[in-house]
């Protein structure tokens, strides 16, 4: 009996210390799992800082390539002193999204139509573009509207290489540097800009951000920070990239900064750990659940299932963007992507158009034909929307026989209706395998961007309003969105 106790005990104690080398596994594993969401968090916010900063640095590109025409052009006349530029520069500055554009003379004198004369010769700006650089300026506040102001500088000279001045224009820092940032993540977000010493130079519309030091902020008023103050600064010293954790008044952040490649800024960006843990909440309950699995098993099942969830969460990102049946974006993919492409900022004259496309009698086609041929018509009309429209273009099935085609960046109206006709023309022609009695024809409803609405819901609302138009004109038809629609009238393009 003692033997049998023994044994019992020697059982009981293996089984308590497989137990806990079990708990010591899953400690280790959901360790990793948190480690590897926040790395994957500070990847994805530090990607979208990056892509804010190029967004940036291509307008900026933009604003000097105008500028260097206009320098081009000026330092082909004979005089661009006289009265004649001052006013062609006044109304260059009025048309276009300079604040002021001027010329000042080698010797830094800068003349203004109808305002007293300065000297600028004292400012790094200029200095540095009398040496022949392409500048732009830190910021100075203007005294004749108290906006804070950037100055884009560059030489004037002629055929001969001989510098006869500098043109310079400014323009409102917010306009500049403050980006779509905010849009993300529920709006829930901050953005700023400061310099290598953390000095503010731009902050978010709202000024969630106080002060005029963004370190002298942190002393003050942050905890929990998972990175050393002095790490930071050193970082920032150093135009380096990074991200951590911080909270602010039992809030926790992600604070990520990302060089701009403008004189020594840097865009920094906060937003709520909540809001962006929000999405990896699925990940929490697959943990959950594999612990209670590994609880039950052995270490080697615990290493397979292991690699199978990070499989399988590989897969159910990507399927939770499908539409099983057809194989194009599902409606919360569409809405993510386009609502993501319309927040993006640019000086482009392009428009987009939102086209709802919806199958003509499809349930007529379910009712005599059944729900098999049904899915095959879907099939097919999804198979003939990804053929017609670019790659470029969003193609998805918002549900039922109802899809979106979002024609991005295209250079009018014209041409969105010439690209839907195509494929009006083609989906006559369309053939069902085995069903040779099946016609098809749609209805369509075209929205375009900016012109009736700068989101997702609104051009959507406006297209679906068109799209009804065209089903009680008769069908088989694309209708344009117009303020008409709202009073009962229509405007259809028969294609």
Not at 315 to 333: E, V, Y
Request: glycine share 6%.
């Amino acid at each position: 009996m003692k033997n049998g106790m023994k044994q019992n005990l020697l059982y009981f104690s293996y089984l308590i210390i497989f137990i806990c080398y079990l708990v010591v596994c899953l400690f280790v594993f959901f360790y990793h799992m948190e480690r590897q969401i926040h790395e994957t968090i500070q990847s994805s916010l530090l990607s979208t800082a990056s892509q804010q900063t190029q967004n940036l640095q291509t307008m900026l590109d933009e604003q000097f390539h105008t500028l260097n025409s206009l320098a081009s052009y000026i330092s082909s006349l004979e005089d661009i002193d006289s009265q004649d530029v001052l006013v062609m520069l006044n109304q260059f500055s009025q048309e276009g999204n300079f604040k002021r554009v001027q010329i000042a003379d080698p010797n830094g004198n800068l003349r203004r139509l109808g305002e007293p004369d300065v000297n600028v010769s004292d400012r790094e700006y200029f200095q540095r573009a009398m040496a022949g650089e392409t500048v732009i300026s830190e910021p100075l506040e203007s005294r004749t509207d108290n906006e804070m102001r950037v100055t884009l500088a560059v030489p004037l000279k002629d055929d001969t290489g001989t510098l006869r001045g500098i043109l310079m224009a400014s323009l409102a820092v917010e306009d500049l540097l403050m980006t779509q940032s905010s849009a993300i993540y529920d709006a829930t977000g901050v953005s700023f800009v400061c310099d290598s010493d953390g000095s503010l130079i731009v902050r978010d519309s709202q000024e969630r951000v106080q002060g005029e030091n963004i370190f002298t902020y942190l002393d003050g008023h942050a905890s929990g920070m998972d990175t050393s103050p002095e790490d930071i600064k050193e970082k920032f010293s150093a135009l380096e990239q990074g991200s951590f954790q911080i909270s602010f008044q039992d809030t926790a952040y992600y604070l990520t900064y990302v060089p701009m490649e403008i004189n020594d800024w840097l865009l920094c960006y906060a937003v709520p750990r909540a809001s962006v843990m929000a999405e990896y909440q699925f990940i929490r309950s697959s943990e959950i659940t594999l612990g209670s699995a590994i609880l039950g098993g052995i270490l080697i099942l615990v290493l397979l299932l292991t690699r199978s969830i990070r499989r399988e969460r590989r897969d159910l990102m990507a399927k939770a963007q499908i539409d099983p049946l057809t194989g194009i974006k599902n409606r919360s993919a569409l809405e993510a992507e386009i609502s993501m492409l319309l927040s993006q900022p640019s000086t482009s004259v392009l428009s987009h158009a939102f086209v709802i496309c919806d199958i003509d009698d499809f349930k007529a086609v379910n009712d005599t034909c059944g729900h098999t041929v049904g899915d095959q018509v879907l099939t097919e009309f999804a198979a003939l929307l990804r053929r017609t429209f670019r790659s470029t273009d969003i193609v998805g099935r918002l549900g039922g026989d109802e899809f979106i085609v979002f024609l991005c960046r295209i250079p009018d109206r014209e041409a969105a209706l010439t690209i839907a006709g195509k494929f009006i023309q083609k989906l006559k022609k369309l053939q069902i395998p085995g069903q040779p009695d099946i016609q098809l024809m749609a209805s369509l409803g075209v929205a375009f961007s900016p012109d009736d609405g700068g989101n997702f819901s609104t051009l959507y609302r406006h297209a679906d309003q068109a799209l009804y138009a065209s089903k009680k004109a008769g069908k088989g038809r694309t209708t344009i969105y117009t303020e008409a629609l709202k009073d009962g009238k229509r405007c259809t393009t028969d294609l």
